[in-house]
């Protein structure tokens, strides 16, 4: 599967897809590497998407490793009929200890961090977890490699990795993590022309069903 080319002449979009509601997101539960299914409105969200995702002329997928992102890619390949393959680098931030958690639970035991999370978020290491940068370690040759591609991506991620990608081609700070906006089963497009990342949306209001209160 040709993926890389030798200049960067012809623009390239990536199409970031966050996967759709799960189990753990109705239940307002942080997930991180938790690897909770598709919900029913999860996977009516990414049907949703993929009428939106045909007429992008995008020729291969790229998913995250987790269950929830592999559910997605999977209907997303049987609608558009494109190849689907795993990309370690599109994986979700380690929330460690949080994970399986909700909010109430976690302001309980970890107040203070917590109220970091939420002011501070690039200072934050998770108990037992990883950080924003960890998730930018990872996102940065991503998005070297995209810059290279033949064809237009669909890359099949979480919203931690969506709000890093934007902030990493924007060359903006992980302080202001909180200041990009991911609903499940929305698309957020990353297009490399004449050397710069240009962010548009192509579906990015929020479908029916809930969010995790990250």
Known sequence: MELLKSDNSRPV????VRHGETIWNHRGLYQGHGD??????GIAQIRAAAAQLR???????????LLRARQSAAILAEELAIPASEDRRLAEIRYGQWEGLSQ??????????LRLWKTAPDEVVFPEGGSLTEVQDAVRPFLADAERATKNIIAVTHQGTIRVAV????C???AEFRQVRVAPGSITTLTHCAGH??????????????????
Request: proline residues 16%; without cysteine; charged residues 10%.
């Open 167 to 170: 902030l990493t081609a924007e």
């Open 104 to 113: 109430p639970e976690i302001k309980m035991r970890w107040p203070a961090l």
């Open 36 to 41: 909770p299914a598709l919900s029913k409105v």
């Open 13 to 16: 979009t990536i199409l970031l």
């Open 197 to 214: 990342w240009i962010l548009g949306h192509v579906h990015g209001l929020p479908l029916p069903g809930a969010s995790p209160p990250v």
């Open 172 to 174: 903006r700070p992980l």
């Open 55 to 65: 007429r992008q002329n995008a020729q291969i997928i790229l998913t995250s490793p």
